[in-house]
């Protein structure tokens, strides 16, 4: 297996704005590796650059003993000497070529025999679980089963190394879950390295090994998916990953924390080490009524009245007013038969959230 060493990426569009800004990373071999981020954050173009879809500015892009490129040293390799595979968010099929046409296409356009192109190809219809279809074309086929043609071609270009760039968008809910499931069984199974583009928090934390979290054409964060998923290293990333609540600190003793606006939380003394300046940051999910935190949990408690209310169906998302300008979301877990649609709102509760789900954040 060979590693991935992206060093100082850069790229620029005309006029002059950044798409991504110095960005260095080195996967390990065999890993899979999520670019996470909003719309615009670099996470395509980076993929792009890799494929040689795009042509960098500045840096250096190497996989295993192949130099892609170096801008510094006028190299550069055309996309397809790369010997990659990728698979796009559009599919990207041929809908004049047959499902065996459009896997078998790239093997042809290196040189290969139309007798291996298909053998090849056949083998990885049957990965993908699409044998008895060889002969259909794209628009006789299901969205899901379009997106196993491309897995298909993508799995026949590839060499070691293969790019995602957003492939479930398309999809609904039910296939996502199903196809996110199948492309990492493949990935493992084949032993590839892959690279995988989604804005998707769920998707990237269920399918990966690395998470890369980019913002604005930098990484923000770096790291296991339960690293980025508890412990976010700025507050962009806690509101990104789902940190539905974050409170700047005006004040922080042994006595409990004072938030901006002026609300409270009272805290067992050293269980929360945050000061002026800090933010706290926790989950509404994490959030329940006082009386039934868990006694064996040291809690962080605070006192609201019910400014909010929505209906989840198995619990309520409510917004919780601690003080004149300081709401906090809960998500109350509500399997009672006492279900209405604006339950809770107006009342005054006490809540609770254990202290080892507060993070602090500089």
Request: charged share 20%.
């Amino acid at each position: 297996m060979q590693s991935l060493t992206i060093s100082g990426l850069e790229k620029r569009f005309p006029g002059g704005s950044v798409a991504v800004g110095g960005i260095d990373l080195d996967l390990r071999p065999g890993s899979f590796t999520t670019l996470l981020g909003p719309s615009g954050c670099g996470k395509t173009t980076t993929l792009r650059c890799l494929a040689g879809l795009e042509v960098p500015d500045a840096g250096r892009i190497q996989f295993g003993d192949d130099v892609f490129v170096d801008v510094a040293a006028g190299r550069f390799t055309a996309p397809h000497k790369r010997h990659l595979g990728m698979v796009f968010q559009s599919y990207a099929l041929w809908p004049n070529k047959s499902v065996l046409g459009n896997v078998a296409y790239p093997i042809r356009l290196r040189g290969g025999s139309r007798t291996d192109a298909e053998t090849k190809a056949k083998e990885a219809l049957r990965t993908v679980g699409l044998v008895g279809l060889e002969q259909r074309y794209p628009h006789e086929l299901s969205g899901g089963q379009q997106q196993r043609v491309a897995l298909a071609r993508g799995l026949v270009s590839a060499s070691g190394l293969l790019l995602f760039d957003e492939p479930l968008s398309n999809l609904d809910a039910r296939l996502r879950l199903t196809m996110r499931t199948e492309i990492r069984r493949l990935h493992d199974e084949l032993g590839y390295s892959s690279v995988y583009v989604t804005h998707d928090q769920e998707e990237a934390l269920a399918v990966s090994d690395y998470v890369v979290v980019l913002n604005a054409g930098r990484i923000e964060q770096a790291g296991t998916p339960h690293e980025i998923f508890a412990r976010p290293a700025s507050t962009w990333v806690a509101d990104f990953v789902g940190f539905d609540n974050i409170l700047p600190v005006l004040e922080g003793d042994a006595d409990g924390l004072t938030v901006v606006g002026g609300g409270g939380m009272a805290v067992e003394a050293g269980r929360i080490a945050a000061l002026r300046g800090d933010s706290i940051a926790f989950r509404s999910a994490d959030v329940d009524f006082a009386h039934r935190a868990r006694p064996e949990t040291v809690s962080a408690t605070f006192r609201g009245r019910v400014t909010s209310s929505s209906y989840l169906g198995d619990a309520y998302r409510l917004g919780v007013e601690i003080a004149a300008e300081t709401t906090v979301i809960a998500t109350i877990p509500d399997s009672s038969r006492d279900q209405t649609q604006e339950k809770y709102l107006g009342e005054v509760h006490e809540f609770a959230v254990a202290a080892q789900d507060v993070i602090v954040l500089p």
